[in-house]
């Protein structure tokens, strides 16, 4: 009897399954214990970590409230995950942790893309292990509510599957994650382009799935429009301006590090996709795709602040690379993709913004690193209020204020800040209110009481 008949394949299938997901939980561990988040800093502020969540956890309890600070103005689109974390009562801490559920969820698809195109359990393990040492995963685990994760997954669904269904799903939502889906769609394209050149007995039809693709992406489009052109979008015009005036400090060789940095090794990938492209495209049509996949990474660098993250819009042609490297390797695969995973884990990985980096440091050293005492969590706090007042989003300011006071309610000099940012929201009742406490805590002897009285004795005036 052969194995096939010993073996049923819904048995074999799960067991497909099964490997998979070991093989992504196992890449997910391993790319933690090298590439580590900043956990000792997740109870700080000022942070890139943090800065997003706390406006994020608001858009959580009210999903089309306008944050108006720069940081987060941009979420007024990205609303998929606060409208399902609404209605579906997830508390903070669950919300948070919908992206480090999306990044088991990609990895896992990854080994499934390497299964059906027949890679071997250890080739496979490779291949998912680079694709979290990129900076979608970096930023999904260490950038609290950055959903990044579910935005590749969905890429990747849009990118290389052959189900219409899963298809036309993965390009309705993807857009109300982050608008880059929308911008990387010509990427989408040519992966499926090639896919569908070299595995054509197991691509979908690109004319039909063009169609799907079109066709749910233009949902996302056509409420954009009417928003902005009807007058309701209160995002678009004022991020453009903030943007165009920023982006020219950026220094130059910032540039480059956040192309290198957006994808590092992966590069390499793509390196092979161009050369299969080289091969098989017409000269005309080889030209074209050199001036998409060139000008993509040139809007990437572009298009936002923290442009390694951009370059996750290239993430599916360097999959497709993986796939096609093994045509030129053949024996020498497995050895080649566990040698670039070796100088991967060697190589630094940094989140490269436009005018700062943060290095990723391993498990080890940011376990070792020293909390943040209470002191320094208030005097970023009171930074971060007093950058999002200046910005107009008094309502941030007045909770991350209240959570400083949470932190330790026996300093004067927070109740006297609260105060004096009450003050120019025009909230003067509450504004003395908070002079008293701070008069209370602090005593006659602390040097900020005389000027507490007087600023009493004028909001009173003004109240009366």
């Known amino acids: 009897m052969s194995d096939e008949q010993i073996v049923p394949p819904s048995t074999a299938r799960w067991k497909k399954i099964g490997t998979a997901l070991l093989l992504a939980i196992a890449a997910a561990c391993l790319t933690l214990f090298f590439f580590s988040p900043r956990l000792m800093l997740w109870n700080g502020f000022f942070l890139p970590e943090v800065d997003r969540a706390h406006d994020t956890l608001r858009q959580l309890a009210n999903p089309f409230d306008l944050i108006p600070n720069h940081n987060s103005r941009v979420n007024q689109w990205r609303l998929l995950f606060p409208v399902l974390g609404n209605v579906a009562h997830l508390s903070d801490w669950q919300f948070l942790s919908l992206p480090f559920v999306g990044c088991i969820a990609t990895l896992f698809y990854v080994v499934r893309i390497c299964q059906r195109h027949e890679l071997s359990t250890l080739e496979s393990f490779f291949v998912v292990a680079l694709a979290a040492m990129s900076p979608w995963y970096f930023v999904s685990t260490g950038w609290l509510a950055y959903f990044d994760s579910w935005l590749i997954l969905l890429m990747l669904v849009a990118s290389f599957s052959n189900n219409p269904w899963s298809i036309g799903a993965a390009c309705l939502l993807a857009p109300w994650i982050d608008e880059r889906f929308v911008i990387a769609l010509p990427i989408v394209l040519l992966a499926r382009i090639v896919l569908g050149i070299r595995f054509s007995k197991d691509a979908y039809d690109l004319k039909k799935s063009v169609a799907v693709i079109a066709g749910a992406t233009a949902v996302y489009l056509v409420v954009r429009a009417f928003a902005f052109f009807g007058g309701a979008d209160n995002v678009t015009d004022v991020y453009v301006q903030e943007h165009l005036k920023l982006i020219q400090s950026v220094p130059p060789k910032n540039f480059l ?39 993509m990474i040139c809007i990437a660098l572009v298009i936002a602040g923290d442009m390694h993250r951009s370059m996750e819009m290239l993430f599916p042609i360097c999959i497709v690379g993986v796939l096609l490297s093994k045509d030129w390797l053949g024996q020498r695969y497995a050895l080649v993709l566990g040698c670039v995973l070796v100088v991967c884990v060697l190589l630094p990985a940094k989140h490269q913004l436009w005018l700062e980096s943060y290095r990723i440091a391993s498990l080890t050293e940011e376990l070792g690193r020293t909390p943040m005492t209470s002191d320094e969590r208030i005097q970023a706090g009171v930074l971060r209020a007093s950058q999002l007042a200046e910005e107009g989003d008094n309502v941030g300011a007045e909770l991350i204020v209240k959570q400083c006071v949470a932190i330790d309610d026996q300093l004067p000099d927070i109740y006297f800040f609260y105060g004096t940012m009450l003050i120019k929201g025009g909230r003067y009742r509450d504004a003395a209110d908070q002079f008293k406490l701070a008069m209370e805590v602090g005593g006659p002897a602390w040097p900020g009481y005389a000027d507490c009285q007087d600023a009493i004795s004028v909001l009173s005036r003004r109240t009366q």
Do not use: E, M, N, S
């Open 257 to 295: 590090f956040g192309a290198w940095f957006g994808q590092r090794l992966l590069w390499g990938f793509a390196g092979f996709f161009l050369y299969f492209c080289y091969l098989k495209f017409r000269p005309a049509g080889f030209w074209a795709t050199v001036v998409v996949v060139i000008g």
